[in-house]
């Protein structure tokens, strides 16, 4: 990489810091590109250079955050296929752990789920972290219909209501915590939480 593409690329991850820092702060809606510009010590000429407008630096700021839950699911049903409901615990002990310990994704979390106001919300980078892939909630709902299939899926609760309601939950605990991080510690009590998740979804004997 030569020096002068070098210097371009640290300018635009300091855009992106500085971006994050003031979307945190004060909401995206409330946020310049004056402000930007301002907290990362550049132009706004410099701003433009890298980026088209401000909906372009937030796509890039929420590109800079892997979300890895296609991983997370393809890699739970790899080692557990054969124990859908240990499976499920799995994919949901890992997604919070995710948000405990990853700061970068709990603060692009954070700006999505509380510093976004409602005529951004149609954002559709929005949706890689607040929602699963369809190929994830395909294999959510599979592991659910298998869990059914063995007699571990609560009565009358169908594979598709089970999937809604396992992924409502997880980003109800998201949000919440996320308000406010230090109200209670997620990462002692995420554990506890999925445990009732699961007692509601599922027969007492597959727990």
């Given at each position: 990489?030569?020096?002068?593409?070098?210097?371009?690329?640290?300018?635009?991850?300091?855009?992106?810091?500085?971006?994050?820092?003031?979307?945190?702060?004060?909401?995206?809606?409330?946020?310049?590109l004056?402000?930007?510009?301002?907290?990362?010590?550049?132009?706004?000429?410099?701003?433009?250079?890298?980026?088209?407008?401000?909906?372009?630096?937030?796509?890039?700021?929420?590109?800079?955050v892997r979300?890895?839950?296609?991983?997370?699911?393809?890699?739970?049903?790899?080692?557990?296929?054969?124990?859908?409901?240990?499976?499920?615990?799995e994919i949901?002990?890992?997604?919070?752990?995710?948000i405990?310990?990853?700061?970068?994704?709990?603060?692009?979390?954070?700006?999505v789920?509380?510093?976004?106001?409602?005529?951004?919300?149609?954002h559709?980078r929005?949706?890689?972290?607040?929602?699963?892939?369809?190929?994830?909630?395909a294999?959510?709902?599979?592991?659910f219909?298998?869990?059914?299939?063995?007699?571990?899926?609560?009565?009358g609760?169908?594979?598709?209501?089970?999937?809604l309601?396992?992924?409502?939950?997880?980003?109800g605990?998201?949000?919440?915590?996320l308000q406010?991080?230090?109200?209670?510690?997620?990462a002692?009590?995420?554990?506890?939480?999925?445990?009732?998740?699961m007692?509601?979804?599922l027969?007492?004997?597959?727990?």
């Amino acid at each position: 990489m030569s020096r002068r593409k070098a210097e371009a690329e640290r300018t635009r991850e300091t855009i992106l810091d500085a971006a994050e820092i003031q979307f945190l702060a004060q909401g995206v809606s409330r946020t310049t590109l004056a402000h930007i510009a301002t907290a990362a010590g550049v132009t706004r000429g410099a701003i433009y250079w890298h980026f088209e407008d401000k909906a372009a630096v937030f796509d890039a700021l929420l590109e800079r955050v892997r979300v890895p839950l296609d991983e997370i699911v393809d890699d739970a049903v790899v080692r557990l296929s054969d124990s859908p409901t240990q499976c499920l615990q799995e994919i949901a002990h890992s997604a919070l752990s995710a948000i405990c310990y990853n700061l970068p994704l709990q603060r692009a979390a954070t700006i999505v789920l509380h510093r976004c106001e409602k005529l951004e919300d149609d954002h559709p980078r929005i949706s890689m972290i607040t929602q699963l892939s369809e190929h994830s909630k395909a294999r959510v709902e599979q592991l659910f219909e298998q869990a059914k299939l063995s007699g571990q899926l609560r009565q009358g609760l169908s594979p598709a209501s089970a999937r809604l309601q396992f992924h409502s939950f997880l980003i109800g605990i998201c949000f919440d915590w996320l308000q406010d991080p230090q109200q209670f510690s997620l990462a002692d009590e995420y554990k506890s939480m999925i445990e009732t998740l699961m007692r509601g979804l599922l027969v007492e004997s597959a727990l």
